[in-house]
């Protein structure tokens, strides 16, 4: 265009003074083209899946009541520090107490009996001896010998149905003994008491189900459940290194690796009476992926909302280049296109091999250099100046 306009500029000159008329315009263009740059720099690349995930204990334990009655102490409350072992509540034991001392003195008749019977089976063991001694010298009758063979057989059956008894009432005093234990509940395990369910002197029912009557923690350490959408869950694998921050954390950064990535999504229930062929909304599908993080400054709390970044790939003091100013190769892996500004004003073509990238930045590995200007855009041509 530079070329054109000045020759059509004296052309023009020369038709005007032949004809008489004053050349009185001016006119100057310029060529070259203005673009939008950026200078190829170092940074860090930080590529992440983003998810949100509830805290919870790792270790938790809902401590219940194995048998029924009212509660008639209870030794903690909510927040307070156990060890394991540690008596947590008591249960009315009085009607249990009664059990077990009847199995007792029942266990004591039965052991009497038994030796007793012991007695019984020692002389029908010598009056047996005596009649064979008696039979072989031709001194007693045959029925003696046969009543004595008799009284030993029912002796030795007795002294069996007594200690066949006695194994039954010993295992029936061991399990009242433990239902008298469980009026006594004690901690499972060390921790923190985050929840009770009862109250001192409420009645308990633990005929169909076990009810709950606190809730054990220990706090120490944390698993997060996240929940991972299903377009990045095949980004997030076992060991991946994260971080998450939670609300009203001051920007704190909590750090931590991928334990697991659950096989399924989580079941949702199904209301009652619900047709199976009734049409259904589609959602997103979301799986969980577990996590575990110290909690030794106890910061982190129970149900408390996390929003976690899992770090796919990651590169420091790296060429950086925004990726809105790359194209794609096509067929290529990891091959873009890009245009870098001379210093004689030209836009040249370039490729380019990139590593790490994030949603605004990739990582240079070939084909650019530190400070090469990279046109992010280009601005249209416009004349620098009209005048007559």
Do not use: C
Not at 84 to 110: C, N, P
Not at 230 to 245: G, H, K
């Amino acid at each position: 265009m530079s070329s054109r306009f000045p020759s059509i500029l004296r052309r023009g000159l020369a038709a005007a003074l032949i004809l008489g008329v004053p050349a009185t315009a001016w006119l100057w263009w310029e060529d070259s083209a203005a673009y939008e740059t950026v200078a190829i720099g170092r940074g860090d690349i930080e590529a992440s899946v983003t998810a949100i995930a509830t805290l919870q204990p790792r270790e938790s334990v809902d401590v219940g009541a194995q048998v029924s009655g009212q509660i008639t102490r209870l030794h903690v409350q909510a927040g307070d520090q156990v060890e394991r072992g540690q008596l947590l509540a008591e249960i009315d034991a009085s009607l249990h107490q009664a059990t077990v001392e009847a199995d007792r003195a029942a266990l004591d008749g039965l052991r009497a009996q038994l030796a007793e019977q012991q007695a019984q089976l020692d002389l029908a063991r010598q009056q047996h001896q005596r009649q064979q001694r008696l039979a072989t010298a031709e001194a007693t009758r045959e029925e003696d010998v046969q009543i004595a063979v008799a009284t030993l057989r029912s002796a030795e059956a007795r002294l069996r149905q007594l200690r066949a008894q006695i194994a039954e009432a010993s295992a029936r005093l061991r399990g009242n003994e433990a239902q008298l234990s469980y009026t006594r509940i004690y901690a499972p395990i060390a921790g923190t008491v985050i929840g009770i369910d009862v109250k001192q002197g409420q009645t308990l029912n633990a005929t169909y189900q076990t009810p709950t009557v606190l809730r054990l923690a220990d706090l120490g350490s944390m698993t997060a459940w996240t929940k991972v959408s299903e377009a990045d869950i095949r980004r997030v694998r076992v060991d991946m290194p994260l971080y998450f921050t939670t609300l009203g954390g001051d920007g704190r950064r909590w750090h931590g690796k991928v334990r697991q990535v659950l096989p399924a999504p989580p079941v949702a229930p199904t209301a009652s009476g619900e047709s199976s062929a009734a049409p259904q909304t589609v959602k997103a599908v979301q799986y969980t992926v577990l996590f575990d993080v110290a909690n030794d400054d106890g910061e982190l709390m129970p149900q408390m909302t996390a929003q976690v970044n899992f770090i796919t790939a990651a590169a420091q003091d790296v060429l950086t280049a925004p990726l809105a100013a790359l194209q794609p190769v096509e067929g290529q892996a990891g091959m873009f296109r890009a245009r870098v500004l001379e210093a004689s004003g030209r836009a040249i073509p370039r490729e380019v091999r990139v590593g790490a990238r994030s949603r605004q930045l990739v990582e240079v590995l070939d084909g650019l250099g530190e400070g090469d200007l990279l046109v992010t855009g280009e601005l249209p041509q416009k004349p620098s100046r009209f005048q007559w």
